[in-house]
């Protein structure tokens, strides 16, 4: 199939994702997102996202293993151990500073997992303030989108390897030893606050001294880090501190965020001056019971378009009149019914000039174009000049949604300039003399013209190459963070493999135990032991068996029974081993003169069962208990 009909078919999946289980990924970069959905269509044998969509519609238990695939929760504590180090050592004892002794201290880390990042910040401000002034003053709130990761950090329980990254007077303060497990301080751990939240729909804790969110924006699309560093923005204090993963820099975003240390990705917010910080945060979905506050914000937004001193028009994509505002109608004879009709039905499409082939000028090119100084005559033979501006109306996706048009009446510069011009001509004729210097003046005027353009003209291109940097800069730190991505992934399929080699690590060594038991058991017995499989190779050859016929177990293990050369007539026992290995093998008893490795005559009683039944035939054997019945010299 097609790689765009699969990622048409990807954006159905994270549509139905979302209007059935509430998680919006859209805003996740599509490349790693993909990646981790793939492996888990790996587990069902599934290659293209239409019969994956369609197994998640008929199995909705598979809903929780795909989250916990797509939500990666690799985290450790003190993980970057320098970097957290600087923020103890450099950063949070100026942040303390500025605060009163009784002031809370509000601390939030969002995508924290299963809240070693969260447990770590209670470490620190505790060896930073004390416990008596931590339980005080200091509240973190953690957050993340995985409900069952936050039920895990909830409990505060961690295995030796979780802690092992703790320095070992950090585990004696503020672990509790219960069983093979550690859990962290009671006490403490009631001002460390867990909720879900998404950073992307939710609305961010607000009034904030620190914020930490390490390596969880390096999953979203350059449009959704912007938005979500907004709310982050708003969020802080104007002396609050940003700390980020490792392949998160902000680079791009200088003017809201600053760097303490760059290497450590510790950013402190820059305050906006005449700004209204609540402006950045989506329109409020809530309105008050009458829902005024959003016909308030509609009107608005229609008045101001309305009173523009512009005239000016709207044409969407389909070439149809979508609006026109009062100056417009005023003087273009529009009517408000007129809005849907097409444009080619409308005089104002011909009336100045072709309109409709500027507009597939503006689609073409992309920018916006000027025609300047068309002239127009009113219903009452009033004429006017006109500057005519096209401009594309273009979604965040760079879809073409329309063309504006204004109309910026340059009339009165028109009279202007035939009045300067009629003045000079009456200047020139009173005054000859001076046309020499005016010669003079408008060919310097020209210099500087020319000087102007030069200038804008290297602006220009110092603004494009500055562009160009800019786009290699994101690019570098999107690769960046593919990479970082990648390695988590890596990080925590290897967390899986490690756990499955210690199950069967485990499993080998009941193996061995059992094995160890059956030998000595074996080895206790008075009788001869002899295990055979469906091939008639000898399993187990017991010490008894060794005494008997002379033959070490090294010497006989994986030959065939019936090709030993033994005092024991084996070829007569074929049929009855045989019958043991079939179906309706059972217990079978022969009495057998034989000749052991003196070469003495004597008589066995050998017992034949089968072992296995009901498996498969390849995994059933047959053990042979050899009794001797008359003693030697017989």
Known sequence: ???N???QIFEQLLEYL??????????YKRSSLQRRVRKQMQVHDIHEFGQYLDHLQVHPEEFLPLFNTILINVTAFFRDKEAWNYLQDQTLPHLLNDKTQSSLIRVWSAGCA???????????FAEILGTEQFRQRVKIYATDIDEEALTQARH????????????????????????????????????????RHDLIQDAPISRLDLLVCRNTLMYFN???QSR???????????TGVLFLGKAEMLLTHANIFTPLSLQHRIFRRVPQKGRQDRLILPLPISENENGTTMERYLRLRELSFEHLPLAEIIIDYAGNLVVANAEARSRFSINVMDAGRPLQDLEISYRLLELRSQIDQVYQERRKIMIRDIVFKSSNDQTFYLDIELFPIEENTRELLGVAITFNDVTRYHELQEELNQSKQELETANEELQSSNEELETTNEELQSTNEELETTNEELQSTNEELETTNEELQSTNEELETMNEELQS???????????LRLRTNDLDQANAFLQSVFASLQWGVIVVDRQFKILTWNHESENLWGLRSEEVQGLSFLTLDIGLPVGELRDTIRFCLSDQGERQERMLNARNRRGKDIQFRITFNPLGKGLDSESRWVIMLMEQLESEGV
């Open 1 to 3: 199939m097609p790689n």
């Open 18 to 27: 979302r209007q059935s289980r509430g998680f919006d990924f859209t805003g």
């Open 114 to 124: 299963s809240g070693e990042e969260a447990y770590t910040l209670a470490m620190i």
């Open 222 to 224: 350059a449009e959704t």
């Open 228 to 238: 979500i560093l907004d709310r982050f923005h708003f969020a802080l204090n104007d």
């Open 156 to 195: 505060a329980s961690y295995n030796t390897k979780q802690i092992e990254d703790i320095p070992n007077e950090l585990q004696e303060k503020y672990f509790e030893h219960s069983g093979n497990d550690y859990i962290f301080r009671s006490d403490l751990r009631r001002a460390v606050i867990f909720g």
């Open 5 to 7: 009909e699969q990622n």
């Open 493 to 503: 399929t290897n967390q899986e493999l490690q756990t499955i080699n210690d199950e």
